[in-house]
């Protein structure tokens, strides 16, 4: 069996290796003479959030297999499985970027526990570990859409993103820590990869079955609420003046854009196939 190279997959599996980056290559000491600086409620937002970014990388490294297993078990997509390896090792350098910002910059553990609510473990613990973990005995389209749905739609697509903006927006227009500021260009780098991936998976299902487009529309729906709690989750406690000149209207109105995205893509690659369901 000859690899095509020609599908998306695997092109971008070529381009995950083109753009490879090593966490322990970013020097952040700039980042820990910054740290100093920042006034306690700076501290405390970034601290925050950084402890989140590294749970919910954490999360996703955990329970991302299950994809895998699935399109090994669905037959004739090694194009696919082939790429979600180069997934795999990318949400684990995430972890590992966080875990260095955490230890050599903050210089202490959050207490996630105190930071993570209620929406953040319903979408993380709940939503996201129930659906990946179903595809371990249940390889059905419909269980593969609520997995990637989930995860590549909702929590990469659109609330991962809209936190990277978030935070690399603050650092950078305030010219604060670099290393951070190049980490998170990276990941998005590569979480725009995972996102496409995600997008291809849809599409390719749902033109066989595009009745499940529904199910996809179902799906969001029922997980936004979730979305939208954990931004209020994190800026709430910060609020009116939250520090380093972030405003929560910008947030969520870049949050609803990238949700909107995704979605505008899916309906385009599906024109045709959705108005004749």
């Known amino acids: 069996m000859l690899l095509r190279q020609d599908l998306h997959p695997l092109k971008s599996y070529h381009q995950a290796k083109k753009l490879f980056w090593n966490p322990q290559d970013i020097d952040l000491s700039q980042d820990k003479q910054d740290w100093q600086t920042l006034?306690?409620?700076?501290?405390?937002?970034?601290?925050?959030?950084?402890?989140?970014?590294?749970?919910?990388?954490?999360?996703?490294?955990?329970?991302?297999?299950?994809?895998?297993i699935a399109l090994r078990k669905e037959?004739?997509?090694?194009?696919?499985?082939?790429?979600?390896?180069?997934q795999l090792f990318e949400e684990s350098k995430h972890v590992e970027f966080f875990n260095d910002v955490i230890e050599q910059v903050?210089?202490?553990?959050?207490?996630?526990?105190?930071?993570?609510?209620?929406?953040?473990?319903?979408?993380?613990?709940?939503?996201?570990?129930?659906?990946?973990?179903?595809?371990?005995?249940?390889?059905?389209?419909?269980?593969?859409?609520?997995?990637?749905?989930?995860?590549?739609?909702?929590?990469?697509?659109?609330?991962?993103?809209?936190?990277?903006?978030?935070?690399?927006?603050?650092?950078?227009?305030?010219?604060?820590?670099?290393?951070?500021?190049?980490?998170?260009?990276?990941?998005?780098?590569?979480?725009?990869r995972h996102i496409a991936f995600g997008l291809h998976l849809l599409t390719r299902i749902m033109k066989d079955d595009p009745a499940l487009w529904d199910r996809v529309q179902e799906r969001c729906n029922s997980l936004l609420s979730l979305t939208q709690g954990?931004?209020?989750?994190?800026?709430?406690?910060?609020?009116p003046d939250i520090p380093l000149n972030l405003d929560l209207n910008d947030v969520a109105t870049y949050s609803a854009g990238q949700y909107m995205a995704r979605m505008n893509v899916l309906e385009r690659n599906l024109d045709g196939e959705i108005a004749t369901k």
């Not at 937002?45 to 950084?50: A, G, I, M, Q």
């Not at 970014?53 to 996703?60: D, I, R, S």
């Not at 903050?106 to 209620?118: K, N």
């Not at 954990?230 to 609020?239: A, K, N, Q, S």
Request: aromatic fraction near 10%.
């Open 106 to 192: 903050v210089g202490e553990v959050p207490d996630f526990e105190t930071i993570a609510q209620d929406s953040y473990k319903g979408l993380f613990e709940k939503e996201l570990g129930e659906s990946l973990g179903r595809l371990l005995t249940d390889h059905s389209r419909e269980a593969q859409v609520d997995a990637i749905t989930t995860y590549h739609i909702i929590i990469e697509g659109t609330l991962a993103e809209t936190g990277y903006y978030g935070l690399f927006k603050a650092l950078k227009e305030n010219n604060l820590m670099p290393g951070l500021v190049q980490g998170l260009e990276y990941i998005q780098r590569d979480e725009a």
């Open 39 to 68: 006034e306690d409620r700076e501290k405390s937002l970034v601290k925050n959030v950084l402890s989140l970014f590294l749970a919910g990388e954490t999360y996703v490294t955990h329970d991302l297999a299950p994809l895998l």
């Open 75 to 86: 037959g004739d997509h090694l194009e696919e499985e082939i790429f979600l390896t180069t």
């Open 230 to 239: 954990i931004i209020l989750e994190v800026f709430t406690p910060f609020m």
